[in-house]
C-alpha cells in the first residue's frame, strides 16, 4: 500500500487507518500480528510525556517486518477518548497531521515543518515479539486532568488487514505521584 503525506495524516483517527484495509471476519483471514499496548503508569501529571509500550507479536508462520517511526508520521493510528467518550483535543503536531499539512506553528509563532522522518524495521520470527513505542502526547493534548482511554491501530502490511490493540486507561493526575 502506498502512502502519500494526506494519507498518513489520516493515521491519527481512528477507523481512517483501516479504510483501505479490509477486517478480518470471525472465521476469516487473520492478521499476520497482534498489537498489545501498555502504560508504564496508569497516572501521570498533566502535560507529562506520556509513552505507550508496544508488543507485536508475530502471529503468522512466516517471518514479519514492521516499520517503527521514530520521527516523522506515526504508522499508528490513535485513538484517545475522555470519560464522557468524547474525543481528547489535538495538540499543533496532531492537527497538521489530521490535516495532511507539512508544518505547524509552535507556540512562539515559528514555523516548524513535520515531513521526512527516520525509523527502522522490527523482525519478528513467527511466535516471537518485537518492541515498539509511541509518544502520545506529541499528538494528542494531555494537559486536562481526568481519565482517557487509548486505542491503537494500524494495517498489517503483510495481509492488508487492520490490527488493533487492546485499550488502556491513563488517568491525568493533578497530583499524581512523585516522578510522572
Known sequence: MGFRISALASLLFLG???LDAQEAAVEGPRASFQMAIELRSATWKPGAEV???IRLTN???EPISLWSVRRGPPVYAVDVLDREGKPAPLTPVGRAFSRGEMGYRDADGRQRLIV???GHFVHIA???SG???FLVSTIVDLRAPG???IRLERVDPVT???VRSNTVTLNVAADPPIGR
Open 16 to 18: 481512517s487507518v483501516c
Open 51 to 53: 509513552w505507550l509500550h
Open 59 to 61: 502471529i503468522s508462520d
Open 116 to 118: 521526512g522522518g527516520s
Open 126 to 128: 513467527p511466535g516471537e
Open 131 to 133: 518492541k515498539d513505542f
Open 147 to 149: 481519565a482517557y482511554r
Open 160 to 162: 492488508k488487514l487492520c
